[in-house]
């Protein structure tokens, strides 16, 4: 249900406007959306040919064609199914030797030029952080480089085949980008994300817990399985 009804709002959202520009996620939480907007493509055509993507991060020292970068998860469940062009793609370069400063301030200007994003779609982590904006980040911050928080390295971690290779840092968006977009929609799943989707909707908004800073946006929609949902109250 909640990847079906995300990719029904980006699918919505193409239709009304084909020159749609997403801000995109990875992780677990996301990929039956994915599944469900490749499924739509395929039996109903729908189309990518003029939008434009935006991903939220990408881990620091992976080259693109790594198999546990996040230029090849959205490769194998998404970009390569779909018809985006290739050109309407982009995606934070963590790749071994890049000027990360440069290329987050590249990113910056590429979301700019593209006129802002439309619908961004972002998960929540168990510590609270939207993409890589780990706890303490500030609400105004930009694309960059971020260390990992330990937690995050350690669910990383479980992806790697070992310790050394495990990234420990990352090129992210900031929250003030996230903030700049037009639309949100926050998706989280599974019972282990109850006590933090709550203190996120709910609690007092703090950069101690990043992802209370969807509070401060006008146009936030959250969909959350039950499990997710447990903890936290109906009304909005
Ligand atoms: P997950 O990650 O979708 O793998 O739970 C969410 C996040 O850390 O942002």
């Known amino acids: 249900m ?3 009804q995300a990719a029904h709002i980006v699918g919505d959202g193409l239709k009304a406007n084909p020159e749609l520009t997403l801000g995109l996620p990875t992780g677990s939480t996301p990929l039956g959306m994915y599944a469900e907007l490749v499924r739509l493509r395929q ?21 693109a064609d790594h198999p546990k970068s996040y ?26 030797g890049i000027d990360v400063d440069a290329e987050s301030e590249r990113y910056e200007r590429a979301i700019h030029a593209a006129g802002g994003i439309d619908l961004l779609i972002v998960g929540i982590g ?9 706890p303490g980040s500030s609400f105004a911050s930009r694309t960059r480089v971020v260390n990992l928080a330990p937690d995050t390295i350690a669910n990383a971690r479980r992806l790697f085949e070992s310790e050394a290779e495990a990234p420990r840092t990352a090129i992210t ?10 639309r949100i929609l926050v998706l989280a799943s599974g019972a282990s994300k109850a006590g933090v989707v709550r203190r996120v909707l709910r609690g007092l ?12 946006h006008a146009d936030v ?3 959350l399985d039950q499990p997710a949902a447990l903890d936290t109250p109906q009304s909005l």
């Open 205 to 216: 908004v703090s950069e101690s817990l990043p992802a209370t800073a969807l509070q401060l």
């Open 71 to 96: 230029h090849a998860y959205m490769r194998r469940h998404f970009f390569d199914h779909v018809n985006l062009a290739a050109e309407n793609i982009d995606i934070p370069n963590g790749a071994p």
């Open 126 to 134: 168990a510590n609270g952080h939207i993409a890589f904006n780990e």
């Open 173 to 182: 968006v900031g929250i003030g980008t996230i903030l700049d977009a037009h």
């Open 2 to 4: 909640l990847s079906q």
């Open 43 to 63: 039996a109903e055509g729908l189309d990518f040919s003029r939008a434009r993507t935006f991903n939220l991060d990408e881990y620091i020292g992976l080259p």
């Open 221 to 223: 929609t959250a969909i």
